[in-house]
Structure formats: C-alpha cells, structure tokens
T-cell receptor, first 114, second 112 residues
Framework: DGGITQSPKYLFRKEGQNVTLSCEQN?????MYWYRQDPGQGLRLIYY???????QKGDIAEGYSVSREKKESFPLTVTSAQKNPTAFYLC?????????????FGAGSRLTVL | RKEVEQDPGPFNVPEGATVAFNCTYS??????FFWYRQDCRKEPKLLMS???SGNEDGRFTAQLNRASQYISLLIRDSKLSDSATYLC?????????????FGTGTRLTIIP
C-alpha cells in the first residue's frame, strides 16, 4: 500500500542535541512538507520541497534544516538552535498539480526535549 | 485577524443529532477549501474538499460562502465514530505561490 512513513514515532532527547526525523513516501508525489503541531495552534509549515535537490522555508524554519536528495525522502533535522522543539511533527506529500493541494500525512513523530 | 478561524469547541453532541460548524477565512483571494479530520494523537486525514456549489458525501455536507468568507461542515445522524477534531484548511495564492493555512480545529465529541 502506498503511503508516508515517519520514524521514530516517539523521540526523547536532551536539550542541545540535534535530532533527525525520517520521512519516506512511496506515492510518487513530487511535493513534500514538514509541519509542526502544538496544542491550541494550527499546523505550521516548517519547510517544503517541490522537487529533488530543492526546498523552501516555510513560516517557522528557524532552527530546522532539511534535505531532498531523493524524491521519496525528506528528512528533517531539529537543531539545538530551535528554542522550543517539543512538538508533534507531521510530514506530508502531495502531487504537483495546477489545482487543489490535497495533502497525505504520515502518522507523525512526537518529539520531547528533556 | 487570523487567516483561518474556527471555534475550538468542544462541541458535545448526542448520538444521532445534527451538528454544524463554520470556519472563516480572511483572504478573499483564497481558491480552495478543505475539511480534514484528526483523531486524538493521530495525523490529519482529508474528509472532503469544499466546492463552490457545495458538496455532499453521505452524512457530511460542506458549503462555501464566498461573500461572507466562510465554509461550513454539517454532519447528520452523528455517530460515536465522528468524535474527532475537524480542521479547516484554506489554499491561497500569495506572490505567485500557493499556501495552505490550517485552522486550529473544532473538537467534536459524540455522546452515547
């Protein structure tokens, strides 16, 4: 079955450590996204990529980095520069079309910084 | 004013009742609209797109009112399994780029 796989599902890290969240999709979608979800807030876009080897900052990119070396993969690194990294991180993908932008989400990664 | 606003709820509704909630958006140039459903501690999943003419999918009806800049979701004959958070999503064109904006969600609990 096609879908998006995120790992790990739960991650605990000490303050000051970088962590990398994995996102892999087999939907043959061109576009991939990383969102962050906090209680009482809507999903906020961190980074997105529309094509291999290219990506753009979203609304809250500071303290994060990404790469897009393969169409299927879009890992997110949460660096020590991110001031409040504890959150639920969601990876998504969509086909590039001229119309509506329907997203398919992975199951999410819940990061807790101790 | 927030780009996309939803009443956070919670809406506690008895099983079998009809429930409706709205979502307002501020950008009059918004092009596409969606309702996503998110279960507790899970990922959002597309419930339905919202078309200008309104659309229905079983017990669910979505409407768009461009003049007043809101979309609505109506759930008829509510089931226990409808308990979830419903996210309003608006797609706007800004500076040549499409941007999806998510509402904070409306939490719905169906009571037996």
């Amino acid at each position: 079955d096609g879908g998006i796989t995120q790992s790990p599902k739960y991650l605990f890290r000490k303050e000051g450590q970088n962590v990398t969240l994995s996102c892999e999709q087999n939907l043959n979608h061109d576009a991939m996204y990383w969102y962050r979800q906090d209680p009482g807030q809507g999903l906020r876009l961190i980074y997105y990529s529309q094509i291999v080897n290219d990506f753009q900052k979203g609304d809250i990119a500071e303290g994060y980095s990404v790469s897009r070396e393969k169409k299927e993969s879009f890992p997110l690194t949460v660096t020590s520069a991110q001031k409040n990294p504890t959150a639920f991180y969601l990876c998504a993908s969509s086909p590039i079309t001229g119309g509506a932008n329907v997203l398919t989400f992975g199951a999410g990664s819940r990061l807790t910084v101790l | 004013r927030k780009e996309v606003e939803q009443d956070p709820g919670p809406f506690n509704v008895p099983e079998g009742a009809t429930v409706a909630f709205n979502c307002t958006y501020s950008n009059s140039a918004s092009q596409s609209f969606f309702w996503y459903r998110q279960d507790c501690r899970k990922e959002p999943k597309l419930l339905m797109s919202v078309y200008s003419s309104g659309n229905e999918d079983g017990r669910f009806t979505a409407q768009l009112n461009r003049a007043s800049q809101y979309i609505s979701l109506l759930i008829r004959d509510s089931k226990l399994s409808d308990s979830a958070t419903y996210l309003c999503v608006v797609n706007s064109l800004r500076f040549g780029n499409e941007k999806l904006t998510f509402g904070t969600g409306t939490r719905l609990t169906i009571i037996p």
